[in-house]
Every structure is written in C-alpha cells, then in structure tokens.
C-alpha cells in the first residue's frame, strides 16, 4: 500500500529521542537532555535584528530557488576567507538547513544499487536518504586505535564497480574526530583515482578545538571537481531552528540539486536568508565565533577531565564538533534492577528510566558500544549528567 522504500526509513533517533526528553520534561520529570546537537546559545541579536530587517525589506516573498543574492555573495566571501575555496554564485545552493543540502546531493548522484560508502561511526540520517534514493548503503568500520578516521586502505577494501560516493563527515558527529591536511590529501586523491564522488559534510567546520579545520576541495583542482561541500548556519551561530544550509560543488550538480529543490521545497525561507545575509556580513562587527568556540572547549576539557577521573569508562577524546562518544560495552551483560543490560539501546533506556538522563545509544550511530552525549548543553547540566552515568557504571552488577 505504501511506498517500500519509505516505509523502511527509520526517523531520526537523534531527533526522537529530542523530542521523548522534551515530552518527559514537560510531564514535570527533571530531565537532563544530553541527547541533541543543538547550542544552547541563543541566536546572537544582531541575526534577530537583521531577520525584521529582511521582513521591513519585504523579503518575505519567493526567492530563487538557488537563494538570494545577498546571501550567495556573502558565502563566496565566507569559502574564500575561511575554506580557502575559490567558487562564485553559481556554483552555491541554499537549502532548508545542511539535512536538505545532504539529500539534494544523494538524490542527484546515487541511481538504484549504486553504491554509497559511509565510514562508521556515521551521523543517522546519510543511510536513511541513500535508501529513499535507492542506493545502497556500504558501511565501513573504522577504529577507535585510528581515531575513528577512514583510510584510504579500508578505502580500497570496499571499492566495487558500483562504488560512487564516499560521505566524509569531518568534523565528525558522532566521535568528534577531525582529519588532518595530509589524511584529507590522500582520500581526496583516492576519491579522484577511482572516480568517487566526496560528499563533504563539514556543518562543524567552525568547531575545531586542537587543529584548523581544512576543507577537503580545496587540495586540488581535480579534488574541488569530484566534491560537494555542504555547511550551514545551525551550529555555528545557533540557528537550528531556522533551518538555513547551503553547498557548492560545480555547476553541473548545482543545476541538478536545483531542479530536485524547485520541485520539493522551493527555496528556503526567505527571513532566514536575510538574517543569514547579515550573520555573514556583520560577523566581523557583532559575533565573535572564538567565544562560542572557546566555551564549547571548556566543556570538552572539563567532561572530558571528569570522565577520566572518576570512570572507568574509555572515551574518543573529541577533537571537533560537540560530542562525546562513550565506550559502554564494559556495562553490557551486566544487570541492574533485574534487567539485563544487552544492548546500548538497553543502556540508554536504563539512563532514562532510572536515572532521568536522556543520551543517544551508539547503534543509532552504527556502534552498540558506544553511547554520545552532547555538550553543546549547560555546563552544569552535562557534568550532572555524566555523574548520572558514573553512577549507573556503579550500580551495575
Ligand atoms: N550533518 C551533520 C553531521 C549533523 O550533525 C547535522 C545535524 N545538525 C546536519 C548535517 C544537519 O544540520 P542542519 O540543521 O543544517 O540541517
Ligand atoms: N545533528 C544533530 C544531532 O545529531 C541534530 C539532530 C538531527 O538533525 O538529527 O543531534
């Protein structure tokens, strides 16, 4: 009766679970919700002044698909600086966040039964739009001795002649792992040698705490040519909600993606685009991104720090994004109130359940040993709940 392929996508395990300590805390129970990647900051009020600016402009119409002008100029600006990615207007998208960017780009690319290879840990949503394309999902372990980074050996190990896309997602949610100049160099050239096509998903490009963020385009001319980069404003000025992405990538694929969003959601919200536009340009006067970097490090250091002190459970030390990825399999097997602890599904619910502490089980992520918390949370709030997982690793038997 309904569509097979629609009917095997799983929702958002980030986004549910979101949603089910929301609910729990409104029913009056005292959450603590280290479940999704969202900055607790409020947009910066230059952006919020700047979106009644768009509506008093009357950018409250239809935009071109592809977005506004202003904004595009302002990108090209942003990837020169900051990317060190020369592009011009024609080559960017803007989207209904950096999620839209991601299925526009699978959509156009990915034909039935081609082949997308996703390093694991992966973010829950690439395997969900490569099957509503019709591709098929090649998942590929990486280790937590490398970082949780892929190598172009496991690169070659899984090349077939149905192989067309790689997701690079750097910095990387789940693990927090970032890939050095050199690691990019050698997987943007396996990428062009093989004729695979990099989607790269770099919505954490601003949040590097150890190294500089590096672009994975800009290594080569024959690397920019085979990649889509895809970013957007959630993270780095705390505007999830606005839902405002964008990508480049050359001008052939830009026409395509172009198509597919005239027909599904037209452009994006043209206030959001606006107060994009002026999050761009009046950055250098009102928004100083090294704060909010600066913050997110402190709580790295400090959850970090309190985790290596008072647990015995092993974690990836996150060197990007907001995560920590958390090695429970000593927990499994192991019982508590009776019940036995199977699964980090099973962890996560006990977490809920007994100790009021909402996190995202690793199997959403493609790993059951692991669970993620974020720290894009109050400070406070994420070392009472890391105690409230000490706590659990102690009362298990
Ligand atoms: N990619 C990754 C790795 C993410 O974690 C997220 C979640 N924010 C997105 C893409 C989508 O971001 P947006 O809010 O811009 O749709
Ligand atoms: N990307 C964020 C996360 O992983 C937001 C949730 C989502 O878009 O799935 O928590």
Known sequence: MYNIKAIEVKPSIT?????????????????????????????????????????????????????????????????????????????????????????????????????????????????????????????????????????????????????????????????????????????????????????????????TYDNEHVSIASLSEEIKNKTITISGFSKTYAMTGWRLGYCVANKDIIKIMNAIQSHTTACANSIAQYAGYVALRDESKYYDTKNMIDEFNKRRKKSVDYISKNSNLNINFPKGAFYIFINISPLKGKSISGKILNSSIDISETLLEEFNLAVVPGIGFGNDDYIRISYAADEKLIIDGIKRIIQLEKSVQ
């Open 15 to 207: 986004l549910e679970l979101s949603s089910k300590a929301k609910k729990l805390k409104s029913e009056g129970k005292e959450i603590i919700d280290l479940t999704v990647g969202e900055p607790n900051f409020k947009t910066p009020d230059y952006i919020i002044k700047g979106a009644f600016e768009g509506i008093e402009k009357g950018f409250t119409k239809y935009t071109p698909t592809s977005g506004i002008l202003e904004l595009k100029a302002e990108i090209v600006k942003k990837l020169k600086s900051f990317n060190k990615l020369d592009y011009d207007i024609s080559n960017i998208l803007i989207s209904t966040g950096a999620k839209q960017c991601l299925f526009n780009a699978i959509y156009s690319i990915v034909n039935e039964d081609d082949e997308v290879i996703i390093p694991s840990p992966y973010w829950v949503s690439y395997t969900e739009m490569v099957r509503l394309a019709g591709g098929k999902s090649i998942i590929v372990e990486t280790s937590k001795k490398n970082d949780f980074k892929i190598r172009t050996k496991d690169l070659d190990e899984n090349l077939t002649n149905k192989s067309k896309v790689l997701i690079l997602n750097n910095p990387n949610n789940p693990t927090g792992s970032v890939y050095t100049k050199s690691e990019l160099v050698e997987i943007g050239n396996w990428a062009v040698r093989n004729n695979i096509i990099i989607i790269a998903d770099e919505i954490y490009e601003r949040l």
